[in-house]
């Protein structure tokens, strides 16, 4: 990180830090739909990843916006999330490999709420106000990535798993 002395200057950093992270994500759903065995994961994960696709356009407006190149810089963050998460794919197998997916999926959220919400309130307080709007769109459509995730763990892919698990037990 270079050094950073205003908050207009950390906005920015941080800016290019979840565009570099959807940018990593966008590579990264396509092993995590082709990995789960859910439909309706599937379906979710196919969603998110149309929506992530126009995170990274959010972000890079925001960035041109401010006269600055649509450039991330490298965000460590999320290439440890999603490198867990690779290991996760790799390691997991089934009857637990879609609420491994959902895991792995919901930490990556959690992530982007943070991010989110962090310049969300410093573009407001710096009263960039379309820049304000294009992340709370974002932020809200992550928000509610994470509750569909929430919703398919706890609308069967974990019993699922359970039931799967323990049939194979008794077997």
Same mark, same amino acid.
């Given at each position: ?5 205003? =908050? ?12 570099? *992270?959807?940018?990593?994500? !966008?590579? $990264?759903?396509?092993?995590m739909i082709? @990995?789960?065995?859910? !439909?309706?994961?599937?379906? *979710? =994960? ?11 356009? &959010? ?5 041109? #916006?401010? /006269?600055? @190149?649509?450039? /991330?810089?490298?965000?460590?963050g999320m ?5 867990? /998460? #690779?290991?996760?794919?790799?390691? !997991?197998?089934?009857? @637990? =490999?879609?609420? $491994?997916?959902?895991? #792995? ?28 709007? +294009? ?13 569909? +995730?929430?919703? =398919?763990?706890?609308? /069967?892919?974990?019993? $699922? $798993?359970?039931? &799967? ?7």
């Amino acid at each position: 990180m270079t050094s950073v002395s205003t =908050l207009k200057e950390l906005f920015l950093d941080e800016v290019k830090d979840l565009l570099n *992270a959807e940018r990593q994500l !966008v590579k $990264a759903l396509p092993k995590m739909i082709h @990995a789960a065995t859910s !439909v309706p994961l599937k379906d *979710a =994960l196919t969603a998110h990843l149309a929506e992530t696709e126009k995170h990274v356009d &959010r972000m890079e407006e925001v960035l041109t #916006s401010m /006269g600055e @190149a649509p450039r /991330g810089k490298k965000c460590k963050g999320m290439e440890g999330i999603l490198e867990e /998460g #690779s290991e996760m794919l790799d390691t !997991v197998e089934m009857p @637990a =490999l879609d609420a $491994a997916i959902v895991s #792995s999926g919901q930490r990556v959220e959690h992530y982007e709420i943070c991010g989110y919400g962090v310049i969300h309130e410093w573009a407001k307080t710096l009263g960039y106000d379309a820049a304000a709007k +294009l992340i709370a769109t974002t932020l809200a459509e992550e928000k509610a990535a994470n509750e569909k +995730l929430s919703s =398919l763990a706890k609308g /069967g892919i974990n019993t $699922a $798993a359970a039931a &799967r698990e323990a049939a194979t037990s008794i077997g």
